[in-house]
């Protein structure tokens, strides 16, 4: 069955870094674009980036443009989120996800498949 398993959250502090990994495993990687989604108790899941299947286009919410950068290797079925200059509003559970027409979008309700998130906490 289709799996995503997020890694690399933390604690870090303001002004910091840190870099999301999402390992995928039982579908055709590279046929799916891929989404960051986060979420904070009692709000609404919120889009982060997306990158469409090859890679060649990418798109970023205004609250991380400049700061976050997605990327994905299929070689090895892996995406990452390198998240610099981190602020406390980015203090939450992040989750990836895999959207089957590959092209990215920043709609949560058109990716098939999501993983268990991966907590980040951004101290002030």
């Known amino acids: 069955q289709v799996q995503l398993v997020e890694s690399g959250g933390g604690l870090v502090q303001a002004g910091g870094s840190l870099r999301l990994s999402c390992a995928a495993s039982g579908l055709t990687f590279n046929n799916y674009a891929m989404g960051w989604f986060r979420q904070v108790p009692g709000k609404e899941r919120e889009f982060v980036v997306a990158?469409?299947?090859?890679?060649?286009?990418?798109y970023y919410a205004d609250s991380v443009k400049g700061r976050f950068a997605i990327s994905r290797d299929n070689a090895k079925n892996m995406v990452y989120l390198q998240m610099n200059s981190l602020k406390p509003e980015d203090t939450a559970l992040y989750y990836c996800a895999a959207d089957r027409w590959g092209v990215g979008s920043p709609n949560s309700d058109v990716y098939d498949y999501w993983g268990q998130g991966t907590q980040v906490t951004v101290s002030s």
């Open positions: 990158i469409n299947w090859g890679g060649g286009r990418t």
